[in-house]
């Protein structure tokens, strides 16, 4: 009776001490999940703040006259000679008769983005029966003068310091009150390649480069990796080799993705003559890059799946091939979907190797196929936040957004696969 | 009373001369007792031989195994084992744990393969056919030789999908009539069927213990094999789920030839016809059922079932 006492005591003294280590410990794990979030929170709201305005762009309201003289002297519609600009520019001389200088009236132009001849020439293209007329179209206007109505330029500082001289501040101000400036859905971000004009450049070329990229890497990259997990776990023997490989394919999950690009750039380009720029050579250096990771997941996967199972199967006298195939595999997809999808949102973020297949060029045109030049969004990121005028830092941090996007879509699919997949035992 | 106590009761009897070395013999599992009243007449074997005691033959062999010797790498997990299985007969196999009745078990439908350090030497006869031998394939013995495993693994399939699935790979249905029909008549045979028939596409591992095993053995039979091998089929089981278990074997027996690997003495009386003691990878003792169990001929034997080792 003592004894037990005493065992009671003993436990009851160190009680306080093992629950005091536990409150700790509790603490310490929401601490580092609260840390998480903060920043996780942080870089979102700073990124939207950054990056939300990029979706929308200033337009003018333009009131063109087609003049048949200038666009088309002979009665037909000159698309490469003709002034289109012309129009555009008489139409801005309209609304302010007074500007008259030379520079003045160059400075006038500049509130109008290039974009806007080619939009008139659009239109004239679609209907020739404006030729002649009037139009009142909105146009865009020049980044700068997008950034001074997005507030991003500050008219108060010293004019010398800023893009916008004191007088286009006041036509912005007068088209204004006029009620001629809008700002409208940037459809430019998501229909056009890259460009040297902020207002002009769009991500679909990288979005275009990335989707075929990946498509290539998944092509390749699953099947031969799930290829190999299975041959691995069910099939090879068990010998020095099979740990040789192991090691490597684990030390390969590792290496530095830039060696992959030389790689790429020693074999694919070099020794296979594959195009320069292209998703396809972008797309095998990614499956290289993430074949190790989708083979580990996978024989995780397949090691995952209980030997009940295996062992049920072969008792009925199921083959090898049988049991993998109808047993295995489909316990062990959810496992190699998700390893899949962690490799693919690394190939999707990466950059490093794409540096050394010139997958880095500017590029303006978006790619058609697997071996146009291309760049991907990460890359374009990186370009866009290469580059000095103002207005491609709100467009880096949308591409940034698309690109997290992107991700979250494929993620997302993956993540409904995988459950439609899952199943109990 | 058992034997042990009574004879450490006489040797206590006799008080010691020194309190140190204690000479008189109290380790009774390994040396006779001349003095215990209960020494069997025909004289008990203590020894642990290399033969194998009792009788191994039996009338109408159906698999017969010989000298088998199973190494898991350096490991001599069986040693020197014959036994026959008769056709249409129960027969236990009992033994301490770790003492190579499952290994012995997983050799008569080569499930041993699989483990790749594992080494099987010695001659395996089914029906005269060597089952070791290199033309023959393991998917063909195991389709003749079932196994109910010890832990119910249904598949994460449907219930009929599970007892479809050997008859499925192995071609046994010209058609969905006929695959319906075998389905049917496993559930039946394994008692399921009443419990099931109304939800045959519900997931087989939704069942429940004693179910699942059931189901596992539906699955075993619809192959019609010729063997059924049971390792330790109602261990995880409560006593009603066992007894079902032990009435199916029953019926079974008429039809198959049935090994079964138990740790219950009771289950063991119970349902065989024949019972073989291994220990240490030694077959001890096979006999009838009956003699095992009142008339040990080994003294390992009778120390196990009076469950005084294991």
Redesign the interface.
């Known amino acids: 009776m003592k004894d037990a006492n005493s065992t009671r005591m003993k436990v009851e003294a160190g009680l306080q001490r093992r629950r005091r280590k536990e409150r700790v410990f509790q603490l310490i794990g929401l601490l580092a999940t609260a840390v998480g979030i903060v920043f996780l929170g942080v870089f979102f709201f700073s990124l939207i703040k950054q990056g939300a305005s990029a979706f929308e762009q200033t337009h003018v309201r333009l009131d063109v006259e087609m003049s048949s003289e200038a666009l088309a002297p002979d009665g037909e519609l000159d698309l490469i000679y003709a002034d289109f600009d012309g129009v555009i520019r008489s139409a801005l001389r309209n609304l302010f008769p007074d500007v008259t200088g030379r520079g003045d009236r160059r400075e006038l132009n500049q509130l109008v983005s290039i974009a806007a001849g080619y939009q008139v020439r659009d239109m004239l293209v679609e209907d020739p029966d404006l030729l002649g007329g009037k139009a009142t179209i909105w146009v865009p206007t020049s980044a700068n003068v997008d950034m001074l109505v997005k507030g991003k330029i500050d008219p108060g500082i010293d004019e010398a310091m800023r893009p916008v001289s004191n007088q286009q501040i006041r036509w912005v101000d007068q088209l204004e009150t006029e009620g001629r400036i809008e700002t409208r859905f940037n459809t430019a971000l998501f229909t056009n390649g890259d460009s040297r004009e902020p207002e002009l450049a769009g991500i679909k070329g990288a979005l275009m480069g990335s989707v075929y990229m990946l498509l290539v890497t998944v092509a390749l990259a699953f099947p031969i990796g799930v290829a190999a997990a299975i041959y691995l776990e069910e099939f090879a023997?068990?010998n020095r080799w099979a740990d040789l490989i192991e090691v490597n394919i684990n030390n390969l999950a590792a290496v530095p993705s830039i060696v992959f690009g030389l790689l790429g750039l020693a074999v694919f380009i070099n020794w296979m003559g594959l195009p320069r720029s292209a998703p396809l050579v972008g797309g095998l250096v990614l499956s290289l890059l993430t074949l190790p990771v989708i083979i580990i997941a996978s024989r995780a996967a397949i090691q995952a799946v209980?030997p009940?199972?295996?062992?049920?199967?072969?008792?009925?006298?199921?083959?090898r091939m049988?049991v993998v195939f109808?047993?295995i595999m489909?316990?062990a997809l959810p496992g190699m979907l998700t390893g899949t999808i962690i490799g693919m949102s690394r190939a999707l973020g990466e950059s490093a190797p794409l540096l050394m297949i010139g997958m880095v060029a500017f590029i303006v045109d978006v790619p058609g196929g697997f071996t146009d030049p291309a760049t991907a969004l990460p890359v374009q990121v990186f370009l866009w936040a290469d580059s000095p005028e103002r207005a491609f830092a709100e467009r880096t941090s949308a591409a940034i957004i698309v690109l997290l996007g992107f991700l979250l879509l494929m993620n997302l699919t993956a993540v409904i696969i995988r459950k439609r997949m899952e199943?109990?035992? | 009373m058992t034997m042990a106590a009574m004879s450490e009761l006489d040797v206590n009897k006799e008080p010691p001369v020194s309190p140190a070395p204690v000479e008189e013999p109290v380790d009774t599992t390994r040396k006779p007792d001349a003095r215990s009243p209960h020494r069997p007449v025909s004289g008990q074997l203590t020894e642990l031989l290399d033969e194998t005691v009792g009788n191994v033959h039996c009338d109408d062999p159906f698999m017969t195994a010989r000298d088998v010797n199973v190494y898991y790498g350096d490991n001599h997990a069986i040693r020197n084992v014959n036994l026959e299985i008769g056709k249409k007969e129960v027969i236990a196999l009992i033994g301490p744990s770790g003492c190579g009745k499952s290994t012995f078990l997983r050799c008569l439908?080569r499930?041993n393969d699989?483990i790749?350090t594992a080494r099987v030497t010695g001659d395996i006869r089914l029906d005269g056919m060597d089952i070791y031998s290199k033309e023959l394939d393991?998917?063909?013995?195991?389709?003749r030789v079932?196994?109910?495993?010890q832990?119910a693994?249904?598949?994460?399939k449907s219930i009929y999908d599970n007892v479809a699935?050997?008859p499925r790979?192995?071609g046994l249905a010209a058609d969905r009539a006929e695959l319906d029909n075998i389905v049917h008549t496993s559930l039946e045979r394994a008692g399921l069927l009443q419990e099931v028939k109304d939800r045959l596409d519900e997931?087989g591992?939704g069942l429940s213990g004693g179910q699942q095993q059931r189901l596992?053995i539906a699955?075993?039979i619809a192959?019609n094999p010729e063997v059924i091998l049971m390792d330790e089929p109602c261990s995880a089981l409560d006593p009603i789920a066992t007894a079902r278990i032990e009435d199916l074997m029953d019926e079974l027996s008429e039809d198959y030839a049935i090994v079964i690997v138990t740790h219950s003495m009771q289950q063991a009386a119970r349902v065989s016809k024949r019972v073989a003691y291994f220990h240490l990878g030694l077959l001890v003792e096979v006999d009838e059922t009956d003699r095992i169990f009142t008339n040990p001929q080994h003294k390992l034997t009778e120390d196990y079932i009076t469950g005084r080792i294991g």
């Open positions: 023997p068990k209980p009940s199972i295996r062992q049920a199967a072969f008792g009925l006298g199921a083959s049988q109808h047993h489909p316990l199943r109990k035992w | 439908n499930m699989s790749d393991p998917v063909a013995l195991r389709a079932g196994m109910v495993f832990k693994n249904p598949f994460p699935y050997g790979i192995h997931p591992t596992c699955r075993t192959v």
